[in-house]
């Protein structure tokens, strides 16, 4: 090891700089945005977002087929897989669909699917844990062992366990994973709502005589508001994953019209070897669509933390 | 340190009756009739009758729960509707297969992710911490049966350096005490068959190795990049220690807490996650038993799989919580 | 417990009597040291410049300021403990006839702890907490003395008894949140003085404790530094310690030094306007009751660029239209120094006479 012994003392920590330190909410926000702006993972994140959500809304101009039309009527060998051509920029799949048409398409299922379940956990999760947090005493006791129920289950097992009983549908897709995530917001919340119910802007309210849901919803809930959102961000991007790992279970919509992006590994996976790209293009969308939101989910987390403000 | 196990375990008996609620009320809720859940579509009245008798389809809720909690306590977790064969004989020969890949998946997590975690941690901007960080946030975003496609595609089918499916090759003939394939091959002094169930191993390995692997670089390195700051470190460097112990004495033995909880944590994620790899290597383990199951709607597998899966989960982060209790002398006496 | 130390000899502070200067040369002398931060994007910050002194062996000696002084930095840069990155520091430090500047790794690790040795203010965080507080000992006496480990242990213990814990061969083997605030700086201190060290440095070590316990603590220091020949640097916001403990007196004031001087002669007649802000802003017992106190205007953020000017000239009652213009020397004579244009006695001479 040549490294030198690294830093023992900030010099910020040192007392030159114990002062001028802002904390109003308002600025700590600027503050994170201007952190954001600098940091190359926020703008690639932020990129990446941005294009999915293009091409998710804009499927079916950009498109240069129609989604559900499978060519096989007017294909002379629909079993013969093509790679790219004029015709097909990215081929056609088995049944004789325009790959490119499925995966701009398999964006918007899997920004619906991301999107609708991530709510789902969302306001159910922060519903428990404003519940818990905010009261306390038994009802806290009461939500966090059912928190700790849900989570002795890991979360695609638990997301397995409840699409094996709706049935196969895009919905059952977005409750199973919906509820997988609720356990994440429901401690999120009620441990920012703990850290808070001691502070002194609630102790201030409620010296001024404020009802306690006035507290909660006006003064706590908006200073959790941070974490959550850099927390779904980063269940958006568990959420893409999941439905891709369900659907590979044979567990997500199996409706041929509905381009998705883990079916279409799974129907890939057969001729993976004449034809890798048929699982290969879907699983780099996937892979790099979770990483866009990964990406800008920890820049916010980093630019939020207040360790990290320098 | 007594009373903190004593007390983090009956933490497990509300846990275990909630899971038992939750997953018998999980049966209720699938359309149809239960017992024809239970039994699949070709069940015959006489079969219906049994399975009413045994759960007490048509007896108060309550009684129904007691029922179920009593077949559990006897070691009755239900049957396979297509294999009938009993879920827990099912399970508990599936299970070494899953413990061999998830230990081979868990060693290289730990292997390679606590040194690069700490060498992150130490160099916090630095190209190599960048290059790391970056990799571990691609490493959890990749699909892990994708990932698992792609190292079967590229190591076995166009480089062939390693085997692509199953446990064993086909032509060994060997035997099995353990039904633990690598430690069955050092039991019975069969030294090649030992080599080629750890060849079998690698590729799996990786596949489900590469979330935990990422998660415990980031763990490390935020704890190592905490702890480096740490007053005693500076105390540590203040009475001339040697590099090498005030690394592992005095930030390592620190910064390692909260990656030994993480760790325990990655346990879950492994079980499931096998599910998927198995599938794809076709490793006969529970996973792939679970897969199978999920294919043909055999939901007494699944509900005992489940139960199973939930309960080894809880047990393993409680050993991981009580021997946290052994590393941090704080939680020992509070 | 710690009956001896706290028995206490209240007038006997001024046991050490400083001679005249060390012509063999004295034991630390830092000349013209200069500390910046360059962070990148950030312009540099000055925290330490232009600091001159020495300590002779076994001398007691205070560097005093606010914080942001730069007197933290200063002592961190004689150890050696600044980090590497991003941090410049110039100038020399010699201990004991050895540039301490630039001198390699290894060997400024064998200097410190044993040669050289720290307690730093904050004992509940100081301590590593999954390490047994005897280990802690061991380990710097088993580094730097090379004695076995039984050895190491009957020392640690014998160490525990002389920082007054009591029930020293029970308490090696607990961990240290099972000990409170002032044992941990107890034991801190036995770590500190484990090899003998020529040079303590203390950095205000009784700021994070409870003012009863500081008392005591300042006690064991004395008691602990006088006669074994091991010089102190006391590092303290505090001038209340100072009185009780240091010989010389150096204040600090945004990373330089404004005034230095025997610590008689410095509280009899305090020359820079910032020292005498300090000493009528501490509370004093024999002064008539109802006396407000006279706190320094300003905050130490307050400051003038040393290069445009007096860093205190914006705070300062005596400051006139030079003082924001040019920037004042520290002008030496004899063992006191100065830095200011306008003092608040300009009768120099009183002050030599003062001593006499």
């Known amino acids: 090891m040549t490294t030198p012994p690294d830093v023992l003392v900030s010099p910020a920590s040192s007392g030159d700089a114990d002062s001028s330190e802002s904390t109003s909410g308002e600025s700590l926000w600027r503050g994170a945005f201007k952190r954001l702006r600098r940091s190359p993972m926020a703008i690639i994140g932020a990129a990446i977002m941005v294009v999915f959500v293009a091409v998710a809304l804009l499927a079916p101009v950009l498109a240069p087929y129609e989604p559900a039309s499978t060519q096989w009527t007017n294909l002379s060998t629909p079993v013969f897989v093509q790679g790219s051509n004029s015709e097909h920029l990215l081929g056609i799949d088995r049944w004789g669909s325009d790959m490119l048409t499925q995966l701009l398409f398999g964006a918007r299922q899997?920004?619906?699917?991301?999107?609708?379940?991530?709510?789902?956990?969302?306001?159910?999760?922060?519903?428990?844990?404003?519940?818990?947090?905010g009261f306390g005493g038994w009802v806290d006791s009461l939500v966090m062992r059912f928190v700790d129920i849900l989570l002795s289950i890991p979360s695609l097992l638990l997301a397995i366990s409840i699409a094996a009983a709706m049935g196969k549908s895009s919905f059952a897709l977005m409750v199973a994973i919906g509820a997988a995530q609720v356990p994440i917001f429901a401690r999120l919340?009620?441990?920012?709502?703990?850290?808070?119910?001691?502070?002194?802007?609630?102790?201030?309210?409620?010296?001024?005589?404020?009802?306690?849901?006035?507290?909660?919803?006006?003064?706590?809930?908006?200073?959790?508001?941070?974490?959550?959102?850099?927390?779904?961000?980063?269940?958006?991007?568990?959420?893409?994953?999941?439905?891709?790992?369900?659907?590979?279970?044979?567990?997500?919509?199996?409706?041929?019209?509905?381009?998705?992006?883990?079916?279409?590994?799974?129907?890939?996976?057969?001729r993976f070897l004449v034809a890798p790209w048929l699982a290969f293009y879907p699983g780099v969308c996937i892979a790099i669509t979770a990483l866009g939101f990964t990406l800008l989910g920890e820049s916010m987390r980093e630019a939020l933390d207040p360790k990290q403000r320098r | 340190m007594l009373r903190f196990a004593l007390r983090r375990m009956a933490l497990l008996v509300p846990t275990l009756f909630g899971l038992t609620v939750l997953l018998f009320f999980w049966v209720r809720i699938l359309p149809g009739d239960p017992a024809r859940s239970l039994l699949g579509q070709r069940a015959t009245p006489e079969g219906i009758a049994k399975v009413n008798e045994r759960y007490g389809f048509d007896q108060p809720i309550w009684k129904q729960y007691f029922l179920y909690v009593k077949a559990l306590a006897g070691g009755d977790f239900g049957s396979s509707i297509k294999l009938h064969e009993p879920v827990l004989d099912?399970?508990?020969?599936?299970?070494?297969?899953?413990?061999?890949?998830?230990?081979?998946?868990?060693?290289?997590?730990?292997?390679?992710?606590?040194?690069?975690?700490?060498?992150?941690?130490?160099?916090?901007?630095?190209?190599?911490?960048?290059?790391?960080?970056?990799?571990?946030?691609?490493?959890?975003?990749?699909?892990?049966?994708?990932?698992?496609?792609?190292?079967?595609?590229?190591?076995?089918?166009?480089?062939?350096?390693?085997?692509?499916q199953g446990r064993q090759d086909a032509r060994m003939t060997t035997d099995h005490p353990t039904g633990f394939y690598t430690l069955d091959g050092l039991l019975t002094g069969n030294f090649s068959a030992f080599t080629d169930a750890c060849a079998h191993l690698v590729l799996p390995g990786l596949a489900l190795g590469t979330i935990p692997l990422a998660i415990i670089v980031r763990i490390t390195r935020a704890s190592v990049a905490e702890v480096v700051h740490e007053d005693y470190v500076r105390t540590a460097e203040a009475k001339g220690l040697l590099r090498g112990t005030v690394n592992r004495r005095h930030i390592m033995r620190n910064a390692l807490l909260p990656v030994v909880t993480t760790i325990g944590l990655q346990l879950g994620l492994l079980f499931a996650g096998a599910t998927l790899t198995e599938t794809v290597f076709a490793i006969d383990g529970v996973g792939q038993y679970l897969f199978n199951a999920?294919?043909?709607?055999?939901?007494?597998?699944?509900?005992?799989?489940?139960?199973?899966?939930?309960?080894?989960?809880?047990?393993?982060?409680?050993?991981?919580?009580?021997?946290?209790?052994?590393?941090?002398?704080?939680v020992r006496v509070s | 417990?710690?009956?001896?130390?706290?028995?206490?000899?209240?007038?006997?502070?001024?046991?050490?009597?400083?001679?005249?200067?060390?012509?063999?040369?004295?034991?630390?002398?830092?000349?013209?040291?200069?500390?910046?931060?360059?962070?990148?994007?950030?312009?540099?910050?000055?925290?330490?410049?232009?600091?001159?002194?020495?300590?002779?062996?076994?001398?007691?000696?205070?560097?005093?300021?606010?914080?942001?002084?730069?007197?933290?930095?200063?002592?961190?840069?004689?150890?050696?403990?600044?980090?590497?990155?991003?941090?410049?520091?110039?100038?020399s430090v010699a201990f004991a006839g050895r540039e301490l500047i630039g001198l390699d790794e290894s060997q400024m690790r064998n200097l410190r702890g044993a040669e050289m040795a720290m307690i730093f203010q904050d004992p509940m965080s100081s301590l590593n907490p999954v390490v047994p507080v005897g280990k802690q000992i061991?380990?710097?006496?088993?580094?730097?003395?090379?004695?076995?480990?039984?050895?190491?242990?009957?020392?640690?213990v014998d160490l525990l008894q002389r920082v007054g814990i009591p029930d020293p061969a029970r308490r090696v083997t607990e961990y240290p949140h099972q000990l409170s605030g002032g044992m941990r700086q107890r034991v801190l201190i036995a770590i500190a003085l484990a090899c003998q060290p020529r040079l303590l440095i203390a950095d205000e070590p009784t700021t994070a404790l409870d003012v009863t316990i500081q008392a005591q603590i300042l006690e064991l220091l004395r008691e602990l530094v006088s006669g074994t020949g091991t010089a102190l640097i006391m590092i303290t916001h505090d001038l209340g310690v100072v009185a009780s403990l240091c010989d010389r007196v150096h204040v600090m004031y945004s990373g330089r030094i404004v005034e230095s001087n025997l610590r008689h002669q410095l509280f009899a007649r305090p020359r820079h306007p910032y020292t005498g802000g300090l000493m009528e802003s501490i509370p004093r017992l024999d002064q008539a009751r109802g006396l407000p106190l006279t706190p320094i205007p300003g905050s130490p953020t307050d400051t003038l660029a040393w290069s445009q000017g007096c860093a205190f000239a914006p705070r300062c009652p005596n400051a006139a239209g030079d003082c924001k213009t040019q920037t004042p020397r520290l002008e030496m004579s004899d063992d006191r120094a100065l830095r200011c244009f306008h003092p608040l006695d300009t009768e120099a001479a009183r002050i030599g006479a003062a001593r006499g």
């Open chain 3, 138 to 156: 061991t380990e710097v006496l088993r580094r730097h003395r090379r004695i076995s480990k039984p050895d190491s242990v009957t020392e640690s």
């Open chain 3, 1 to 91: 417990m710690s009956g001896d130390y706290l028995s206490g000899r209240p007038d006997e502070g001024n046991t050490t009597v400083v001679g005249d200067t060390d012509h063999d040369g004295a034991l630390l002398e830092v000349n013209d040291l200069s500390v910046h931060f360059t962070r990148h994007g950030n312009k540099p910050v000055h925290a330490v410049d232009e600091v001159t002194f020495s300590v002779g062996a076994g001398e007691n000696v205070a560097l005093v300021g606010e914080s942001g002084s730069g007197k933290s930095v200063t002592s961190l840069a004689i150890m050696g403990l600044l980090p590497k990155r991003g941090v410049e520091v110039a100038g």
């Open chain 2, 90 to 164: 099912a399970f508990v020969n599936k299970l070494p297969a899953t413990i061999e890949i998830s230990v081979a998946a868990l060693l290289f997590a730990i292997l390679l992710g606590i040194p690069l975690g700490y060498y992150a941690g130490r160099h916090i901007g630095g190209w190599l911490d960048t290059t790391i960080v970056s990799g571990s946030l691609l490493g959890v975003t990749i699909p892990v049966f994708f990932l698992a496609l792609l190292l079967k595609y590229v190591f076995a089918l166009q480089l062939h350096l390693l085997p692509t």
């Open chain 2, 294 to 330: 999920i294919g043909v709607r055999d939901y007494p597998v699944l509900q005992g799989f489940i139960l199973f899966i939930a309960l080894m989960y809880s047990l393993i982060n409680l050993l991981v919580d009580l021997s946290y209790g052994l590393i941090d002398p704080r």
């Open chain 1, 110 to 133: 899997s920004l619906i699917i991301g999107v609708v379940s991530t709510l789902i956990g969302l306001i159910a999760g922060a519903g428990l844990g404003t519940l818990a947090g």
């Open chain 1, 189 to 270: 919340l009620r441990s920012s709502m703990l850290g808070q119910n001691r502070s002194d802007y609630v102790v201030a309210a409620e010296s001024l005589g404020l009802r306690r849901r006035t507290i909660i919803l006006g003064h706590v809930l908006p200073n959790s508001l941070g974490p959550t959102i850099v927390q779904a961000t980063l269940n958006l991007a568990t959420a893409i994953i999941e439905v891709a790992a369900l659907s590979f279970l044979g567990l997500g919509n199996d409706d041929p019209a509905v381009a998705e992006w883990g079916r279409m590994i799974v129907s890939g996976q057969d």
